[in-house]
């Protein structure tokens, strides 16, 4: 009898903690849902769009269902344990849990209406320093926003503390509730929630749950997935039989201690299209921070607002289905000036780290060019000066040394600028260049003015050249009401094109122009400005221009940063005697000159600092587990094709298994190789 009416007592203990968590557990709800009406509403009234409000709401709160119901068995957990020990402790317990939610919620929510990107892992990537700097840079937040946000937490925390007191759930309600959980649970298992719109990645990145992603993000950071170490392929990029015949495919020497070594077999593409001089060409690489195809160049699909770039493109060789390496500014200058491996957070965040590796900048400095590199902001940012310092660079000039008689970019409201805007930066570049270099030069330039907070110098001409360029495309009212969400981004967009235009214009004049060719692209579309898919985000511009060219020409086919550092060399050493190792570690195969939508090559690509999610091979992108199709314009299409996406999901792992390898200490070259070419 003792025994029974312990158990009766326990089992009604039970019963009263199950009934006070049902409550807690739908107040939570509440919230749950009362902050995606917030996100929504707030994200849709600031970024206007063409949205299927029911499809987006649909996902939205699916997500949010499903989110909830993990959130509330892991709350279990917690609780009942918890309510045995002490009811008020449990229920304190778990309005603080909720109360953590709904701060973090509310910060992400934030910070996606600015970036208009979930947070995720990413900032994991980033240095105390380099945070402070980024937040920095973002707007200020509005006084009507802060009483909103103050509001709704008052809400929430009046939930908790009234409604407990004014409703008790019955035996009936607390099994239907249970029941309705469980299924729910069971369902948030097998069922893929609906994307909020095929074409628009904007909206599918609005009805994902905020705080879900950058949890599920940062476990998966802290926690990553073991994965087989012991099976390397011949190459990644296609050695098997079964795979594409025109994917190009690397030689390699000895994966086991050189995972990346290969013979260098890119073929020289640019000797057709350009004159031979007597002496090796000086050769300037202009990097546009955020410069998208998006917004870039005849037939971009939000509108042509770089008439320059455009211009130039008709007289250059031109790349329209071009794509950057990584979706910052992290991954372009050891994409583009060392085709190198990503490591674990982009190559240059290894630091001090970073291994022995031949670049561009090494190789063309051993045959005797002169090298430099010139950024408005901070050159430390993202580890780019240590990364420059290691490929034995001559020359960095940033902010730090420009000195007297240069304006920096307007402060944002926190008192932030992020240095010099491009025009002072091309100013500077030109009056560091009195006369012209007596030998060949190499010569980087990074600029900053399109980047958040947008602010730049004679900002009301570009605000107002901004609506000039709306009344020339011909937009409707409506349309251009949309567009003036983004004035400040697309202002920019028109002020760094003018600058491209000056410093064009003004080298033309310089008695070293004749024997210069020019690589100008984008580091990563501009996120700031909503985006249509997963490849968007890569999907840039690449132009080479110079009075050397032939001929022009305008090129579908699809090449990446990678491509560019093996292309160039590859031209030099077809034209002229330099010393070049025939054994290399570049990532990419050389740009491809096909006129129509082609792809040689498989390639990863690196979203985030902490994102390594796409995979591309020839037309098909990979991104987690699903298949995309590009299509002319770099438009895409989901794909279903379960084969294909074996093969790639194979192909992307061993890139992984690879990249771990040279993450856990495998050298990229032999000392022997590194040692004879590496400029002392």
């Known amino acids: 009898m003792e025994i029974t009416g312990k158990l009766k007592r326990i089992s009604e203990r039970l019963f009263i903690a199950l009934q006070s968590f049902a409550l807690l557990s739908i107040i939570c709800l509440f919230i749950v849902l009362l902050l995606r009406l917030f996100e929504l509403n707030y994200n849709l009234y600031f970024h206007s769009t063409k949205v299927r409000l029911f499809t987006l709401y649909r996902s939205a709160f699916l997500t949010d269902l499903f989110f909830w119901c993990r959130f509330c068995a892991l709350q279990l957990l917690i609780f009942l344990p918890l309510f045995f020990l002490n009811k008020k402790l449990s229920n304190i317990v778990f309005g603080g849990i909720v109360f953590i939610y709904l701060i973090l919620q509310l910060s992400l929510t934030l910070y996606f209406s600015q970036a208009l990107v979930p947070l995720g892992a990413d900032v994991y990537g980033y240095s105390f320093a380099e945070i402070k700097q980024t937040i920095g840079a973002s707007g200020h937040v509005s006084m009507a926003l802060v009483f909103g946000v103050l509001a709704l937490i008052m809400i929430c925390a009046a939930g908790f503390y009234f409604i407990p007191k004014k409703i008790k759930i019955g035996k009936r309600a607390l099994l239907l509730i249970a029941i309705t959980a469980a299924i729910s649970v069971t369902l948030s298992s097998f069922i893929a929630v609906p994307r909020a719109a095929e074409s628009s990645e904007f909206l599918n990145n609005l009805s994902i749950n905020k705080t879900g992603f950058f949890l599920t993000q940062s476990l998966e950071h802290f926690f990553p997935e073991e994965t087989e170490t012991d099976i390397y392929a011949d190459s990644y990029i296609g050695d098997d039989d079964d795979r594409e015949s025109s994917i190009a495919r690397f030689d390699y020497i000895d994966e086991s201690h050189y995972p990346f070594l290969h013979r260098d077999s890119t073929h020289d593409v640019l000797s057709p299209f350009l004159r031979k001089e007597n002496g090796p060409p000086n050769i300037v690489i202009l990097l546009v921070e955020g410069l998208g195809r998006a917004f870039t160049n005849e037939g971009a699909y939000l ?318 992108l990979l991104n987690n587990l699903q298949l995309f199709k590009l299509k002319q314009g770099l438009k895409s299409s989901p794909v279903e094709d379960e084969a294909k996406a074996a093969t790639m999901l194979h192909s992307f792992n061993e890139f992984k298994k690879k990249n771990e390898r040279a993450i856990n200490g495998a050298p990229l070259l032999p000392d022997s190789i590194y040692n004879r070419y590496f400029p002392r």
């Open 303 to 620: 509108g042509n607002f770089t008439p320059f770039i455009d211009s130039l493109s008709n007289e250059s060789i031109y790349w329209e289905n071009f794509l950057s390496e990584g979706g910052r500014t992290f991954a372009v200058l050891p994409s583009v000036i060392g085709s190198l491996p990503f490591y674990k957070n982009g190559f240059a965040e290894a630091g001090d780290k970073m291994p022995p590796h031949l670049s561009l900048i090494s190789l063309l400095k051993l045959n005797g060019y002169h090298t430099s590199f010139y950024y408005g902001g901070d050159s430390r940012f993202d580890n780019m000066q240590l990364f420059l310092k290691k490929s034995n660079i001559d020359k960095v000039t940033d902010e730090s040394n420009f000195g007297p008689g240069y304006a920096l970019m307007p402060k944002s409201v926190n008192g932030f600028s992020w240095g010099y805007g491009d025009k002072e930066l091309f100013r500077k570049y030109f009056n560091d260049r009195t006369t012209a270099a007596k030998s060949p030069f190499l010569d980087i330039v990074l600029t900053v003015s399109t980047h958040t907070p947008f602010l730049v110098n004679d900002q009301q001409q570009y605000l107002d050249k901004f609506e000039g360029r709306l009344q020339q495309l011909g937009f409707e009212d409506d349309r251009k009401k949309e567009y003036r969400d983004y004035k400040y981004q697309y202002a920019s967009i028109l002020y760094t094109d003018d600058a491209i235009r000056n410093f064009i214009n003004t080298y033309s004049k310089r008695a070293d122009f004749n024997n210069t060719i020019f690589f100008i692209t984008g580091d990563h579309r501009m996120p700031e400005i909503p985006m249509a898919s997963k490849i968007d985000r890569y999907h840039v511009p690449m132009l080479i221009y110079s009075p050397l060219l032939t001929r022009t020409a305008k090129i579908s086919s699809i090449s990446t940063h990678f491509d560019i550092t093996p292309s160039i060399l590859a031209y030099i050493k077809a034209n002229y005697p330099v010393q070049l190792p025939s054994l290399v570690s570049w990532m990419g195969s050389g740009l491809d000159t096909m006129r129509s939508l082609n792809s040689k090559h498989a390639y990863p690509l690196l979203q985030t600092k902490t994102e390594l999610v796409d995979f591309l091979e020839g037309d098909i």
